[in-house]
């Protein structure tokens, strides 16, 4: 029978001795630190948590990033902001005038009221009014194009004297000449008539109710407000 001194083998486990034994149980704990885990506190970039966002951190995407009103976005101002005058673009003082009131002669008074609300307040639309614009001894014709000519919107107040003159029916089928997809140039004003007498030629676009406390001037001013902030 063979003893522990006398060999370095043993039935089952290996029983080393001497120098085999130091050898051996260098390479187990060499074999056991490879085979440790790394530690949070040597590896903090492996933790489980998620890392903080930062302040380099590029901005997020996805539906709730759109939805986020951005802090340097200006809010939306009001049509009747003050000092429109001075903030719009250079487009709208490619014409002489903002807005040109088309009436019949029986109408006069209640264009220069309209003439007038449109001219006061810190929009200062610029407004052509017939008899006080158009030139003197100049052809009626030739300044009644002039005035559509030279301005950017068109209020066509629409009454029974609109209807009968014919004048007025010449400068609106003028406007829609220029302008014949509407494009918020030409507005109605329908004022002292049922719907059931607005003209079949501007069936095609909406036009303002005058039967309002204000007959529908705010409205108007509005809309050629509207349409001047289009200009570029």
Not at 16 to 38: D, F, N, V, Y
Not at 69 to 86: D, H, I, N, V
Not at 88 to 115: F, K, M, N, P
Not at 126 to 148: H, K, N, T
């Amino acid at each position: 029978m063979l003893t522990v001194g006398d060999s370095c083998l043993g039935f089952g486990a290996p029983v080393l001795c001497g120098t085999s034994r130091r050898g051996w149980l260098r390479q187990a704990l060499s074999k056991k630190h490879k085979e440790m885990p790394i530690s949070q506190e040597s590896a903090p970039g492996d933790s489980d948590t998620p890392p903080q966002g930062s302040q380099d951190d590029p901005p997020a995407s996805g539906p709730s990033a759109a939805l986020a009103p951005s802090p340097t976005t200006a809010p939306a101002l009001p049509l009747s902001q003050e000092g429109f005058a001075s903030s719009t673009s250079s487009g709208r003082w490619s014409r002489d005038y903002d807005v040109c009131v088309c009436h019949s002669e029986e109408d006069l008074a209640a264009a220069q009221e309209l003439v007038a609300y449109l001219e006061g307040g810190s929009a200062s639309l610029r407004c052509f009014l017939q008899l006080r614009d158009a030139a003197p001894g100049s052809a009626i014709v030739s300044e009644l194009c002039r005035a559509l000519d030279s301005s950017h919107c068109r209020v066509l107040l629409i009454t029974p004297g609109f209807l009968r003159d014919q004048w007025c029916r010449y400068q609106m089928l003028q406007a829609l000449s220029q302008a014949p997809g509407g494009e918020g140039r030409t507005i109605p004003l329908l004022a002292g008539l049922a719907r059931a007498a607005y003209p079949p030629e501007l069936r095609f676009m909406y036009f303002v109710d005058g039967r309002g406390p204000d007959r529908g001037f705010r409205q108007v001013k509005e809309a050629i407000l509207r349409y001047l902030q289009t200009l570029s």
